[in-house]
């Protein structure tokens, strides 16, 4: 039932910063964990974190090392990933995903029901 649009990708210098939105619709985005997973070109995607239906608790692949930041905005149904010290081998579309599940300690996608389009991150070198 839910809308997910991803927004924010682009192309930024490597050591640069860019912060990604992902906007749900419906009444019920307080209902749902929200994730981010990303695809590099040619690999399989991969979870980068989640965040908790309150917003208070977030959870990061180990590749993150305190370089991106989760938040949400129940207000505005808006979920962001903040990206600082970007790397080129962060290249990849990332996407935003909802569990009505609400289970935000969960990598498998599979509890994700909901999922953006993804938009594009480039890293150059």
């Known amino acids: 039932q839910v809308q997910l649009v991803e927004s924010g990708g682009g192309l930024v210098q490597a050591g640069g910063s860019l912060r990604l939105s992902c906007a749900a619709s419906?009444?019920?985005?307080?209902?749902?964990?929200m994730g981010w997973f990303r695809q590099p070109p040619g690999k399989e995607r991969e979870f980068v974190g989640a965040?908790?239906?309150?917003?208070?608790?977030?959870y990061y692949a180990d590749f993150v090392k305190g370089r991106f930041t989760i938040s949400r905005d129940n207000a505005k149904n808006t979920v962001y990933l903040q990206m600082n010290s970007l790397k080129p081998e962060d290249t990849a579309v990332y996407y935003c995903?909802?569990?009505?599940?609400?289970?935000?300690?969960?990598?498998?996608?599979?509890?994700?029901?909901?999922w953006g389009q993804g938009t594009q991150v480039t890293v150059s070198s």
């Open positions: 995903a909802a569990d009505p599940g609400g289970r935000y300690w969960s990598r498998n996608p599979k509890n994700f029901d909901y």
């Open positions: 419906g009444r019920t985005f307080s209902s749902y964990a």
């Open positions: 965040v908790s239906k309150s917003g208070i608790t977030t």
